[in-house]
C-alpha cells in the first residue's frame, strides 16, 4: 500500500481543474432564461391541471350529494 503524497494529490487536482469548461456571460444568461421558462411552463401547467381536478372533484361531489340526498 503506498503512502499519501499531497504533492501528487495537488497536481492530479490541478489537472482536472484545468479539464473543467466555463461557460461565458452569454450562456449562463440564455441558460437562466431558459430555466425561468420553464419553471413558469411548469407553474402555469400545475395551476391549470389542480384548477380543473378541483372543478371536476367539485361536479363529483355535487352530483353524488343530489343522488344520495345529502346536505
Not at 481543474?17 to 466555463?22: A, L
Not at 420553464?38 to 380543473?52: K, N, R, V
Request: proline fraction near 1%; glycine fraction near 4%.
Amino acid at each position: 500500500m503506498s503512502k499519501f503524497n499531497l504533492k501528487e494529490v495537488l497536481g492530479n487536482l490541478r489537472e482536472e481543474y484545468k479539464k473543467i469548461y466555463w461557460p461565458d456571460k452569454i450562456e449562463v444568461y440564455h441558460v437562466t432564461i431558459i430555466v425561468i421558462l420553464m419553471t413558469a411552463f411548469i407553474a402555469i401547467y400545475t395551476l391549470l391541471f389542480d384548477t380543473a381536478f378541483n372543478f371536476v372533484l367539485a361536479k363529483i361531489s355535487d352530483i353524488l350529494k343530489n343522488l344520495i340526498g345529502g346536505a
